[in-house]
């Protein structure tokens, strides 16, 4: 039976959506002293903020479209993040294979400039050119921790083995792998210990402004308990469900509109032993990566697709995968095919609608549309890329600060998320430190602990002397003590949510394994909500 109740307290600041931009934002406007709720409507980071490439990255090839702005401002917030998260975020160094018949078909702007001032060079990017964007790929946001470019020979570095042999020269340069739906949980906690309300599994019904505040009607998708809220500021952060909700739930009809791209990945069984990534560069003018994953499997991707349909459930289909198969098998000795793929997964970018005539040359950068002709403002998000999401939340907050008396100012950047108080070169002597303590913890164990947890793993083994101690075994070191921090301190509900976003356990379980592990997650919520009764 569903009940309809009203909150009756005024907010500074209701959020909807729980990606990356909605709980940056939270997490920020929390940390000035806002009072703020979030309602997302499945798990934090269930669509695309954890389907993404999981990088922090500048966006080299985003110079060839002028965004000299956003690849700075990118580059800048890579060392930032790093510094932030060091359990979550690395740094990786990124192979750029260069042949001198490569040719592609100068879709881009810098290519159709090169190809009116050039004729020659039509079609091809040439040496100097990839070395100036290299140039300036390090130099625009400077770097502390990250190494600079190198030239290597392919014939003898390492990285040369699993490529075809016409490929001897290549560029190397840095950019930063982060665990993307970690990073959303993560901020999402940060922002509830700063006071912020981060409510899961409920809908936005309705959004309406009413005596100078917006009422807020949600549904709790579990329970179907409905409420109504109040706030001072509304934020659209919906992801690709912006749109949507500032149509049917807000009533805005406006120009503004959200082109959703869809964005396609497969992971092969491991292809090469080095621990580097690739930057392929196809004939068509797009790039894809190929990056060492979960220690024994390999990413591939992305594609550019168009998509739509926010509610159809993105997937990689058969032509995707196949593209990306192809595009790699141009560049690795050894080819791989449809059976070399253990997963697939794709996500939708909800990317500002600028008019842009392909998915590819559609701008990554985010735009804040801030409303106030109705009286309470709506701050509407659109776009956006993982690299600058805390950029894109101190940007919202500069929009919103005329609406708040005495809004302190940014706070967040270097302030470490929960788990990231230690160096960036601390990670071995975190692992160390944590074996030390629990001797019956082994090397890959106690990295894939100190990676998702960081200092906070000490917490999740408190007291433990013996595997046995930590509870029930689900396989691949997964255990009913880590378990149950992840649904008291981390938000999860079902075994998809531990995983496949709070882990990539998904990988090493069976689908037997994944189905005991939820049906032990819903005995242990049934026992809590009896328990709370």
């Known amino acids: 039976m569903t009940t309809d109740t009203d909150t009756h307290e005024t907010l500074d600041l209701f959020v909807i959506g729980g990606g990356i931009n909605g709980c940056g934002i939270a997490r920020d406007a929390s940390g000035r002293g806002l009072r703020v709720r979030l309602a997302e409507k499945g798990d934090l980071a269930s669509a695309t903020s954890s389907a993404s490439t999981k990088l922090f990255h500048g966006g080299l090839r985003y110079l060839e479209y002028f965004e000299f702005r956003l690849v700075r401002e990118s580059l800048i917030e890579r060392e930032t993040l790093l510094s932030a998260m060091p359990h979550i975020s690395w740094p990786m160094r990124f192979v750029l294979p260069y042949h001198p018949s490569m040719r592609f078909e100068g879709q881009t702007p810098m290519g159709r400039l090169l190809g009116r001032l ?261 701050l509407n998000v659109f776009g956006g890329k993982i690299t600058t999401y805390r950029r894109l939340a101190e940007s919202a907050l500069a929009r919103l600060a005329p609406h708040f008396d005495g809004l302190p100012g940014p706070w967040t950047a270097g302030e470490p998320l929960p788990g990231g108080d230690f160096p960036v070169d601390g990670v071995a002597a975190q692992i160390d430190g944590l074996r030390a303590a629990y001797p019956f913890l082994d090397a890959a164990w106690a990295r894939r602990l100190v990676r998702a947890y960081g200092t906070e793993a000490h917490q999740i083994l408190s007291g433990a002397r013996q595997v046995a101690d930590l509870g029930r075994d689900f396989g691949a070191t997964l255990t009913a003590r880590e378990v149950t921090w992840l649904m008291s301190s981390e938000y999860a509900l079902t075994a998809e949510d531990v995983v496949w976003r709070r882990s990539k356990l998904g990988l090493r379980l069976s689908a037997e394994q994944v189905a005991a592990l939820d049906s032990w997650m819903s005995a242990e919520r049934a026992t809590g909500l009896r328990a709370a009764e």
């Open 118 to 378: 050039m004729p020659w060079m039509r079609g091809r990017r040439p040496a100097w050119l990839i070395r100036l964007g290299l140039f300036l790929y390090d130099n625009l946001g400077g770097r502390a921790h990250l190494p600079g470019t190198r030239s290597l020979d392919l014939r003898s570095d390492p990285a040369g083995v699993p490529l075809d042999d016409r490929f001897e020269r290549a560029f190397e340069y840095s950019d930063c792998w982060v665990e993307d739906s970690r990073l959303v949980v993560l901020n999402a906690r940060d922002a509830e210990g700063l006071g912020a309300d981060i409510r899961t599994r409920t809908e936005v019904l309705s959004a309406r402004r009413e005596d100078g505040l917006w009422t807020v009607e949600t549904r709790d998708v579990e329970t179907g308990e409905t409420q109504r809220h109040h706030a001072r500021v509304l934020v659209n952060a919906g992801g690709p469900w912006a749109g949507e909700i500032l149509q049917t739930r807000i009533g805005d009809n406006g120009a503004d509109r959200v082109r959703l791209v869809r964005g396609s990945h497969i992971v092969t069984r491991k292809l090469y032993d080095h621990d580097r990534c690739y930057f392929f560069q196809g004939t068509d003018g797009r790039i894809i990566f190929a990056i060492p994953y979960e220690s024994d499997f390999t990413l591939i991707g992305t594609t550019d697709a168009e998509h739509p349909d926010p509610s159809a459930r993105p997937e990689c289909t058969a032509a995707e995968r196949d593209y990306l198969i192809d595009f790699a098998n141009r560049y690795f000795k050894r080819k791989i095919t449809a059976d070399d793929v253990v997963w697939s997964y794709s996500g939708v970018r909800p990317l500002y609608d600028d008019g842009a005539q392909s998915a590819t040359a559609a701008t990554r950068d985010y735009v804040l549309k801030l409303d106030t002709t109705g009286g309470a403002p709506l």
